[in-house]
């Protein structure tokens, strides 16, 4: 649980350098305005606010100390790798392919349900408090998807642009996948030792 909870918290501090990089290769105010909530979102408008603090609260609360994970000991080298590709990938692409990427969101809302179910069923020390990060952002992650996909319906108009969109979404889902290969290898590493 540390493990993956101090490897996704790389993942999570991140996000906004991706959602500002879509938001610099974009030309139209209008969804300039749209993304940049995002990065409140992860950021906090003011200290100790935000996704990425509620993260850090998970984090202490299954016994990692802020300064651990703030200064990324724990980060396995094949996240590292996975989740900068992913920030490269929004600094390179154009936005829209970027904004694409996105739309795992569509699918996050009840995954997000079933994880704070599940850790709270099989995890007993943990308090639903400590799930803040998982619990007040199941609406805003299907908010999110729905104006993801809008966008991505509205701007991705020719075939063309529609194939880029799905291979920018693949390539999110990569990255999510390399994630967790790098922790479950991790993982059976450390139980053969």
């Not at 998970?58 to 651990?68: F, I, K, N, P, Q």
């Not at 829209?96 to 996105?102: C, I, K, M, P, T």
């Not at 642009?161 to 590493?189: H, T, Y």
Request: proline share 2%.
């Amino acid at each position: 649980m540390r493990r993956w909870a101090a490897n996704r918290w790389y993942y999570q501090c991140v996000l906004p350098q991706k959602d500002a990089a879509i938001i610099s290769n974009c030309p139209l105010a209008e969804v300039r305005r749209l993304w940049v909530d995002r990065i409140v979102y992860h950021d906090g408008a003011a200290d100790g606010e935000g996704g990425a603090e509620k993260w850090l609260r998970l984090c202490e609360a299954v016994g990692l100390s802020r300064d651990e994970v703030l200064d990324q000991r724990h980060v396995l080298p094949g996240v590292r790798f996975a989740v900068d590709a992913y920030v490269d990938f929004a600094r390179r692409k154009p936005w829209v392919e970027a904004v694409a990427s996105g739309l795992t969101e569509m699918f996050s809302g009840h995954l997000m349900r079933r994880r704070v179910t599940d850790m709270l069923a099989n995890y007993d020390w943990i308090d639903r408090a400590d799930l803040a990060y998982f619990t007040t952002r199941i609406e805003a992650v299907s908010g999110e998807g729905k104006q993801t996909l809008d966008l991505v319906v509205k701007h991705c108009v020719t075939r063309e642009q529609q194939d880029l969109a799905v291979r920018a979404l693949s390539f999110k889902c990569d990255v999510l996948w390399s994630i967790l290969d790098a922790l479950e290898l991790a993982g059976a590493q450390r139980d053969q030792r």
